[in-house]
């Protein structure tokens, strides 16, 4: 059988109503383990404004690169309690902050390995369809310029993927439009 | 009616590797001038093409502990009955192969029956209805149904162009079984005479995909005496089908 699947539509300006009650600030509870991160930025508009009613939803692999689905069929560790999903609300400026684990090393297409990344999903008004995307580590030179998907982007632009140390945090700003936009991908 | 399952299960045993190109038209594209908000939130770069790894191909599982039983009526969340109309909300979350995806989290938001949301930028002079907030969630069962109670919500004005309308809807949040079958969409009502001019609906091109976000009245859910029955069902990204399973 095959059915037309059902078109994508905003979220629209009233998102937080239906959608904060999974608010995440830390993506990995007690007695996960890994290293911690920290990551801080902004999402913003074509105009250079924050974005006011957007989020942001991450899915990772835990430290020992896992994920916690039943088609992740690696021998590895999972712990009780770890999901590895974050759904993070942009606050009145577009700011939006969480904290992690750094994931793990998982399997690339074709034998070898990812560089650690989270894989994100961006909502806001004014867009119909969600903006897939990838944060990656700026501590992991090597594993990023062997990884199958940074590799794809032009090496101009594969900066808008990997964040900037902050003090103890990761910067990540998420720009849709202009000279820094973006890298958003295309899983077809 | 669903009913509760214990615990995060998915349904398919067999692993799923790929899923499916979009049909062309049954998405809407990331720039739609009509719709004047996307033209300086879309990229204008294109999207990098990538492959579909182990990262996208899993996704977050969610399951009926994740929901309270009560999550699923918004007719119950305050001490007296919201104002409106009672409609009860029906329908199944499908696969484009037809395959129903079973326990999943179904989120839903929508305005009052006033056409009014209980949200701080939300400036529409219509009333509050203190006994409704408008917001559930729920799961579906193992055949991918799910079933809300709610107030048929109103239509509201808005910016986008002169004498602009929404038509009456209702958000729906779904996450299917990978990151690449995550969706967001509305739900609208048969009949609804403002729904050619809103340009929401209008951006999904294939007609089919387009209705597809129009409930349709249902007799058999409909309680007597009680509330009117619409049907919704939702249809996600489906797998990627080996030769084997293509051959009749």
Known sequence: MSLFATGSQTVGPYLHIGLDWLNTRDIAGKGIAGERVAVQGQLIDGNGNGVNDGLIEIWQANAAGKYAHPDDAQKKPLEKGWRGFGRIPTDAKGGFRFTTIKPGRVPAPGGGLQAPHLVVSVFMRGMLKQLATRLYFPDEPAANADDPVLKLVPAARRATLIPKKKGKALEWNIVLQGKNETVFLDHF | ?248
Not at chain 2, 174 to 182: D, N, P, Q, S, Y
């Open chain 2, 1 to 248: 009616m669903p009913s509760r399952q214990s615990s995060r299960t998915l349904n398919s045993k067999t692993p799923r590797k790929a899923y499916r190109k979009f049909h062309p038209g049954t998405q809407p594209a990331y720039n739609y001038p009509p719709y004047a908000s996307t033209q300086k939130r879309c990229p204008t770069q294109p999207l990098v093409i990538a492959p579909q790894t182990l990262s996208e191909i899993t996704g977050p599982v969610f399951g009926w502990d994740d929901v309270k039983p009560t999550d699923h009526d918004l007719t119950r969340q305050h001490k007296g009955d919201p104002i409106g109309e009672r409609i009860v909300v029906t329908g199944r979350v499908l696969e484009e192969n037809g395959k129903p995806v079973a326990n999943t989290l179904v989120e839903v938001w929508q305005a009052n029956a006033a056409g009014r949301y209980p949200h701080r930028t939300d400036q529409h002079n219509a009333p509050i209805d203190p006994n409704f907030s408008g917001a559930g969630r729920t799961c579906t069962d193992a055949e991918g149904r799910y079933r809300f109670v709610t107030i048929r919500p109103g239509e509201y004005p808005w910016r986008n162009h002169y004498n602009a309308w929404r038509p009456a809807h209702i958000h729906f949040s779904l996450f299917g079984r990978a990151f690449l079958t995550r969706m967001v969409t509305q739900m609208y009502f048969p009949g609804d005479p403002l729904l050619p001019y809103d340009p929401m609906f209008t951006c999904i091109e294939n007609e089919a995909a387009r209705n597809r976000m129009v409930s349709v009245f249902d007799w058999e859910s409909t309680i007597p005496e009680q509330a009117l029955g619409y049907r919704f069902d939702i249809v996600l990204r489906g797998p990627e089908e080996t030769p084997m399973e293509k051959m009749p």
